[in-house]
């Protein structure tokens, strides 16, 4: 079992950066494939980006591709997502996520077991 706590969400002005953090607790970090998503009232869960537990492989939404990074630390059982070039668009609420089952790389809601609960991302215009 992972338990996930996500930080770092707040206000920030079109234009600007912002850096998540999701804090993991629970044996094998270092084995789970970890991921970002966001969601909008009434909307989907959306797929931002995913780091690979095997060899830390990434792969990115075109929305967000170039603008931001996904990174980890297994050491500090932490994955992060740098966000830059923030506009509108990108106001949501953001959730890290977590799975160690899958054989391929997981970009789909159904995939993750593990969730956070979120942190909120407002970007003024």
């Known amino acids: 079992q992972v338990q996930l706590v996500e930080s770092g969400g707040g206000l920030v002005q079109a234009g600007g950066s912002l850096k998540l953090s999701c804090a993991a607790s629970?044996?094998?970090?270092?084995?789970?494939?970890m991921a970002w998503f966001r969601q909008t009232p009434g909307k989907e869960r959306e797929f931002l980006a995913v780091?690979?537990?095997?060899?830390?492989?990434?792969y990115y939404a075109d929305s967000v591709k170039g603008r931001f990074t996904i990174s980890r630390d297994n050491a500090k059982n932490t994955v992060s997502l740098q966000m830059n070039s923030l506009n509108s668009e990108d106001t949501a609420v953001y959730y890290c996520?977590?799975?160690?089952?899958?054989?391929?790389?997981?970009?789909?809601?159904?995939?993750?077991?593990?969730w956070g609960q979120g942190t909120q991302v407002t970007v003024s215009s």
């Open positions: 996520a977590a799975e160690n089952r899958l054989t391929y790389v997981p970009s789909s809601p159904s995939d993750y077991e593990y």
């Open positions: 629970g044996r094998s970090f270092g084995s789970y494939n």
């Open positions: 780091i690979t537990w095997r060899g830390g492989n990434t």
